[in-house]
């Protein structure tokens, strides 16, 4: 049963900066398209590389969202975050310019990364080499921590709540939300703008994910490289961009009248303690993480429509999440509707959490579901019901989202169609 709305946390605000959509209508609009955003890369010389495509932006000009002189001082995972949160604080009707000082003290930022600012790293250890130590930039370092996203929101807002950085690789924008969603309930703050960015389509970046192995080497047909569940998937496709949410305390949000996207009722959390890098071969971590989750929604795996799945598109990870979902979901697995969106997006790492957050929350909003795309072989151990290649209309009352990382981190968040009773 819903708790008093003091105890209660909604969602009134969504920002988004995605490679098939800029801004969250936009990213609507791709997922719904069944669009994919893969396409050669077009930053640096990718002749030497085994993989030469990903999911960049299009079209993005950050003068158009920030000052040109301030922003060359921003990192570019920095400058995603700043135009994300700036558009899910204008999605929740929130002007920081009209706020009390007493409103900005309960205000927080959990925004985390889970590389932070490689570019300039890469950079100033070029400039080091060439040119030793006078040559490092006074702002390497402030530009460089990926904790600085978190600061630079609140220094942009004047927001003066719990302020942080998550860091948990690409499970990392996950738990920032759940972060902000404990911070609520436990009374340290009534609003919380939280999420991931991440800006690693780079030399080293792409390279260094190559080395191991982890990426797709499709590059006759980028647009069907990222192919989750396909039996001939053959790696991951990076991504870039950033998701922002504002979760609120519902009195708070009623009391402002507030448009409410969503209600977060839980969120599960675990360590596979297996693999730098593999998932557990049976999905354990992925179970624990899912069964907290529901367990602290107060549902049964029945009450729940849609699963957003981490769905990365490599051999291992896609069958260990299945294989965790059969064990969590039991023959309900197969009766509700499943999708990787990363299909379209390719992975955002770090950010990768939440903009999945933001296609399962409207997901609950519109009752209609992201596909799972590039779809054209069957994998006899991948036999759920995966969405693939068109969305498909169904009433979601309930949807999660799963996140995982490196490290063996998992991460489930978990959201409700909103009733005020």
């Known amino acids: 049963m819903p708790t008093s709305p003091d105890n209660r946390v909604v969602v ?3 920002g988004a900066l995605t490679p098939i959509g800029l801004g969250t209508p936009a990213y609507w609009d791709g997922l719904m398209e069944s ?29 158009n969202y920030l000052d040109r002189r301030d922003s060359r001082r921003l990192e570019a995972f920095s400058q995603y975050a700043l135009i994300a949160s700036d558009e899910a604080l204008k999605d929740a009707g929130i002007d920081p310019e009209s706020l009390s000082e007493e409103e900005k003290n309960s205000i927080g930022v959990v925004f985390g990364s889970g590389i932070g600012g490689m570019q300039i790293f890469h950079e100033q250890v070029t400039e080091y080499n060439d040119g030793g130590p ?40 996950n738990n920032a939300i759940g972060d902000a969603y404990m911070l609520i309930k436990n009374g340290l703050a009534n609003i919380v703008v939280c999420g991931g960015s991440e800006a690693a389509i780079i030399e080293i970046g792409v390279g260094g994910f190559a080395a191991m192995r982890a990426l797709s080497t499709r590059n006759d047909d980028p647009e069907t490289a990222s192919r989750p569940f396909d039996a001939e998937r053959d790696g ?15 009195s708070s949000a009623q009391g402002r009248g507030a448009t409410i996207h969503a209600e977060m009722i839980g969120l599960g959390m675990s360590a596979d303690a297996h693999h730098l890098t593999a998932p557990h071969p049976e999905g354990e971590g992925a179970k624990l993480a899912m069964k907290m989750a529901l367990k602290t929604s107060r549902i049964q795996p029945e009450d729940v429509d849609y699963l957003n799945m981490h769905g990365t598109s490599t051999p291992l990870g896609d069958v260990a999440e299945t294989e965790a979902i059969k ?9 509700m509707n499943l999708s990787s969106t990363k299909s379209m997006t390719g992975h955002l790492l770090g950010a990768a959490g939440a903009i999945e957050a933001i296609a399962s929350i409207l997901a ?11 779809f054209s072989n069957p994998d006899p151990q991948c036999d759920l019901n995966y969405t693939f290649n068109e969305p498909q209309d169904r009433k979601v009352d309930v949807a999660l989202s799963n996140a995982f990382g490196f490290g063996g981190h998992n991460t489930c968040v978990v959201f409700r169609k909103f009733d005020d009773v």
């Open 12 to 14: 009134t605000g969504l």
């Open 35 to 63: 669009r994919s955003g893969a396409a050669s890369i077009t930053s640096f010389d990718t002749s030497e590389f085994t993989t030469k495509f990903a999911c960049q932006l299009k079209d993005f000009d950050v003068t």
């Open 134 to 173: 006078r040559r490092i930039s006074p702002f390497f370092v402030p530009m460089m921590i990926l904790d600085i996203a978190a600061g630079l929101i609140a220094m942009r807002h004047g927001l003066r709540g719990p302020n942080y950085a998550t860091v948990s690789a690409c499970a990392t924008s």
């Open 236 to 250: 991951f496709v990076m991504g870039e961009g950033a998701g922002a949410l504002v979760l609120e305390r519902l």
């Open 327 to 335: 064990k969590v979901f039991g023959a309900h697995a197969y009766e």
């Open 364 to 374: 609950v909003k519109h009752d209609r579901i992201p596909p799972t795309i590039n």
